[in-house]
């Protein structure tokens, strides 16, 4: 069983900057990919950000936050980051942390953390 727990949500001011971190613990191996993605009220669930951890390189940035956003890991912390710079009140919404493994096949996913910009 893997375990995501994401944090550092909060309210934000509009140009300003956030930082995500997602913590994974449990049995993490053969990791294809980690992620972080949005979803705001009403809308459906989209990608902010992807790194490929196996079976390639690579990062994958949505493109409403391209430019703005920047995925990294730190392996030996299990910790993945998000930064968003220059937010905007559209990048309100709840940031789901998402794992991938090759072991079983399955996606796990955080409980989200909530993000407010204000105008």
């Known amino acids: 069983q893997v375990q995501l727990v994401e944090s550092g949500g909060g309210l934000v001011q509009a140009g300003g900057s956030l930082r995500l971190s997602c913590q994974a613990s449990?049995?993490?191996?053969?990791?294809?990919?980690m992620g972080w993605y949005r979803q705001a009220p009403g809308r459906s669930r989209e990608l902010v950000a992807q790194?490929?951890?196996?079976?390639?390189?690579?990062?994958t940035y949505g493109d409403s936050v391209k430019g703005r956003v920047t995925i990294s890991r730190d392996a030996a912390k299990n910790t993945l980051y998000l930064q968003l710079n220059s937010v905007k009140p559209e990048d309100t919404a709840s940031y789901y942390c998402?794992?991938?493994?090759?072991?079983?096949?399955?996606?796990?996913w955080g409980q989200g953390t909530q993000v407010t910009v204000s105008a």
């Open positions: 998402n794992m991938f493994l090759y072991a079983d096949g399955r996606s796990y």
């Open positions: 449990g049995r993490i191996f053969s990791i294809a990919t």
């Open positions: 790194i490929r951890i196996s079976g390639g390189s690579g990062t």
